[in-house]
């Protein structure tokens, strides 16, 4: 039996399901403007239809790049459609994702990410190029057995550690005590081993059952190339607002079912110097009607429409690393010379191109544009609207993406890959690139002027600056003794 809601509820459906599952509490989810999850619960006698319209007061100043103290009642309104089950509270306890509007005029807040992802699904439509947009992204991530850190005036450190990391190869004995039987992924040799080398396959299980009570498809799940622990599981693609708010979910099981286990789940792109970092390749297509708008007779049997999107991605690619690729550690994974796709090209198998066009099937309705070098730090709503808006873009202007990267960039010669740009080497640059190139992410009013200077005000703030006044470890063993 599922927990979820797959045809969506009316508000007043959604008090039966609460009644019927014996709730006693109901719980409020939001996403903060960077993209993190937040909530708050009220008792069930607290929830009856009309909060569906009139929606329950919070203090906006306390979440992180929101109103300002003198400015900060805001509301939370439910969508009735997205309530489930929570799985994971001992007091039953449904839950529902929320719009955020402002307290007075009832008006969408324009820094709500949830708003911005349902702005873009309906300038899709304005356009008149399509209906639907869909998302399908692959989010990997890490499952480790304890992590510390912690940085002051005077010393700055991390460790992460698992029962699978290589380094504990010369271990007797791992953290937990149980025996080093010798096991151990290789590093860049973690892609589908089987168990005892995959420790991690009854866990990862357990996970998709959860997602799929709460009405997610799931697709497959499977051991990542790096050692220590990197995963993946994969959901089928749905329409953009959708699968966003089905991102959110994921992160939410995968951490909370390691827990039920003592283990901890990270979605940080780059954890692990001298191995794969964590990725999120999305998938995208549009459609109009029941027809795939992406298939066609082009190259590898895409349209001309789908390379025209893919000429968008490719010409805005600097100015959409600030939204996919959000974190300083989203750029210690995109550096050239290495696996990553950091190379601004399309290819139909070339893995280190920025745009794939995956050839896995020949039927129409899976011909579709894959992204690659997104990563899971990003807030889903954002870049998933940032990605189709300058997709867009490419389709209105008729941007040619140029020839395929059909090459081993390996084999090539730097006379050869020099004419290859690449992503932004850092997050400062690439929101110097936003600061630059952003006209089409304002179309339809989908992203708005606050929103992108507060977007980059708050990541130079909070993130560029204080990470660069700091001094890493690293830094002591190339410069203590000059």
């Not at 307290?103 to 949830?114: H, I």
Request: with cysteine; proline share 7%; aromatic share 12%.
């Amino acid at each position: 039996m599922t927990n979820g809601n797959p045809c969506g509820m009316t508000p007043k459906e959604a008090v039966a399901f609460a009644k019927e599952n014996k709730a006693k509490m109901v719980d409020f989810k939001f996403i903060d403007f960077p993209g993190v999850w937040q909530h708050f619960s009220v008792p069930i006698s607290q929830f009856e239809e009309a909060n569906f319209e009139e929606g329950y007061g919070f203090d906006g100043s306390s979440i992180r790049g929101w109103q300002a103290i003198n400015n900060s009642d805001m509301l939370v309104l439910p969508d009735p459609k997205t309530m489930v089950v929570d799985p994971f509270c001992a007091i039953p306890t449904v839950s529902m994702i929320c719009n955020i509007v402002d307290p007075v005029t009832k008006e969408p807040y324009s820094r709500d990410p949830r708003y911005i992802a349902r702005k873009a699904e309906a300038y899709v439509k304005t356009t008149g190029i399509g209906d639907k947009i869909f998302f399908g992204p692959e989010a990997e991530f890490f499952v480790f057995d304890s992590v510390t850190f912690d940085q002051s005036h005077n010393f700055g450190y991390f460790k992460v550690d698992s029962v699978e990391g290589r380094w504990n190869s010369g271990q007797e004995k791992f953290m937990n005590g149980q025996t080093n039987l010798g096991y151990l992924p290789r590093f860049k040799e973690g892609y589908f081993p089987v168990p005892p080398t995959d420790t991690l396959q009854d866990l990862r299980s357990e996970m998709v059952l959860e997602l799929e009570k709460l009405g997610i498809i799931i697709e497959c799940q499977h051991h990542e190339v790096a050692t220590a622990g990197q995963c993946e599981i994969d959901m089928k693609f749905d329409t953009l607002t959708k699968m966003a708010d089905q991102v959110c979910w994921f992160k939410y099981v995968l951490k909370n079912v390691a827990r039920r286990h003592n283990k901890t789940v990270t979605f940080m792109p780059k954890p692990l110097f001298n191995d794969n970092g964590s990725g999120m390749h999305c998938h995208q297509s549009i459609w109009k009607g029941d027809k795939p708008l992406f298939a066609g007779d082009k190259y590898s049997g895409i349209s001309e429409m789908g390379l025209y999107y893919i000429g968008g991605i490719i010409k805005h690619a600097a100015a959409l690393c600030a939204f996919t690729n959000p974190t300083t550690n989203s750029y210690r994974r995109l550096v050239p010379g290495f696996e990553a796709p950091v190379n601004l090209a399309y290819s139909s198998r070339n893995r280190s191109a920025a745009c794939r066009i995956p050839m896995y099937s020949q039927s129409p309705k899976a011909k579709r544009v894959e992204v690659r070098f997104p990563d899971p730090s990003c807030n889903p709503y954002l870049a998933f609207a940032a990605m189709l808006m300058a997709g867009l873009d490419g389709i209105q202007n008729r941007i040619d993406p140029g020839q395929p990267l059909d090459k081993d960039i390996y084999s090539m010669s730097p006379e050869e890959l020099k004419d290859v740009p690449h992503v932004p080497g850092s997050l400062e640059e690439s929101l110097n690139a936003l600061k630059k190139d952003h006209e089409f992410l304002l179309k339809g009013d989908v992203f708005t002027p606050d929103v992108l200077e507060r977007w980059i005000d708050y990541k130079i703030e909070n993130e560029v600056n204080p990470v660069r006044l700091r001094p890493v470890p690293w830094e002591f063993a190339l410069y203590y003794d000059i």
